[in-house]
């Protein structure tokens, strides 16, 4: 499990939703790993204050990172093991030109689907764990965890409605959480993957997912693949039930500025977006729905994580929204939530764990529109109802 900033950091005093908590509540071992640049005996005092902070979590050991040399390893490591008697787990050098094995950009590091020496990478990544790392020792910590007991998503509930949704899979929209689409698929849903940027129109769904990303690092390729916006807008005002996070939330946007150059985008909300230089909205959010929407309950509180750097322009509201914002940023004014249509678009990501009602509702709400795709199928053919039967 991949911590998340320092390993007390939260969101506040207490280091509510920090990974030290969630080390706890999952009694998993921790291994620090500490930047030990231009540092010895001080990596040592960083160790035991992380020790001794919260004498509930288990630490079990260290990993050295920006190594410069021999020496430096040797008195770091024995510093540790001296007074904290915690064992030093491996050393990362300094890297050199490996340092930038995989680039960063505003929102983290550089996507898989965008790297470019893909197949080079993890060999490289493999070598130089290998060379510098305890494995066996790392395996060792972890056997220390204790038990969590769980329920796979596929079995907490039978599949309710064979229906098909698409979602976006491109290296323009990547950020899923797994789990939501495992839900999705335990409901009894299929998954057909589409390409914003090089599908030309939506196959036939009954419902589309479109996660975050990247629109306006692709801005250019997705405005000259302009039938797919107008085919996913047209189907949205003919009530195909949209479910859209953040970077689907840009896509659906009228348009999206990039320092001196606006992209026009889908369309289907009259609301101007621009990107920013710093994050205009990062960390856990809290919302209440108060209207009317394709997939929750008003009154239904939801828990989610927002990161975006992108905002509505100045002047520009998000009028049709369906949730205030207690914790966060959303849309700005505490609200968060556009709803047009079947389409629902919001900042806030949801995980269908932490939300429970989301995938029965996503399924629910694409069974309902391919029951009434069919009956109007049947209407149009002449074949609804006494009449129709009579005629045949």
């Not at 369906?322 to 709803?339: I, K, N, P, Q």
């Amino acid at each position: 499990v991949e911590g998340n900033r320092g390993i007390f950091d939260g969101r506040d005093d207490s280091g509510t939703h920090s990974t030290a908590q969630l080390a706890k509540l999952i009694q998993a071992p921790v291994v620090l790993v500490v930047n030990a640049a231009k540092s010895t005996r001080t990596s040592a005092a960083i160790v035991k204050g992380c020790v001794d902070f919260d004498p509930d979590l288990k630490i079990s050991g260290a990993i050295l990172n920006r190594v410069a040399g021999e020496r430096h390893l040797r008195v770091s490591s024995d510093s540790i093991r001296k007074y904290t008697g915690l064992p030093v787990l491996g050393a990362i050098p300094k890297l050199g030109a490996d340092a930038a094995l995989i680039p960063g950009r505003h929102l983290g590091l550089i996507t898989p689907s965008e790297y470019r020496d893909s197949a080079g990478l993890q060999p490289r990544l493999r070598e130089i764990a290998e060379r510098f790392l305890d494995i066996d020792g790392i395996i060792e910590v972890a056997r220390s965890a204790g038990s969590v007991s769980c329920t796979p998503a596929g079995s907490r509930s039978a599949p309710s409605e064979r229906v098909r949704i698409g979602y976006f899979k491109d290296s323009v929209f990547t950020f899923y959480y797994p789990e939501n689409l495992e839900a999705l698929e335990a409901r009894g849903a299929k998954l057909v993957p589409v390409s914003s940027l090089s599908d030309q129109r939506l196959p036939e769904v009954d419902g589309l997912y479109v996660g975050g990303g990247f629109p306006e690092t692709h801005a250019e390729q997705l405005v000259r693949n302009r039938s797919m916006m107008q085919a996913v807008k047209e189907k949205a005002l003919e009530g195909l039930p949209i479910y859209a996070e953040c970077g689907g939330l840009i896509y659906l946007a009228r348009s999206l500025r990039c320092g001196d150059v606006v992209y026009p985008m889908a369309g289907l909300f009259p609301v101007d977006l621009e990107m920013h230089r710093k994050p205009v909205g990062h960390g856990y959010t809290s919302v209440r729905v108060d209207s009317p929407n394709p997939f929750y309950a008003v009154g239904t509180s939801l828990r989610g994580h927002e990161f975006h750097y992108s905002g509505l322009v100045e002047g520009s509201r998000g009028e049709e929204s369906c949730m205030s914002v207690t914790s966060g940023v959303g849309l700005g004014g505490e609200r968060d939530g556009l709803v047009r249509s079947n389409t629902l678009a919001c900042y806030t990501h949801v995980h269908a764990d932490g939300v429970e009602s989301w995938a029965p509702a996503m399924v629910s709400r694409a069974a309902d529109h391919a029951t009434r795709h069919r009956n109007t199928r049947t209407e149009s053919n002449g074949t609804n109802g006494w009449f129709g039967s009579e005629a045949i």
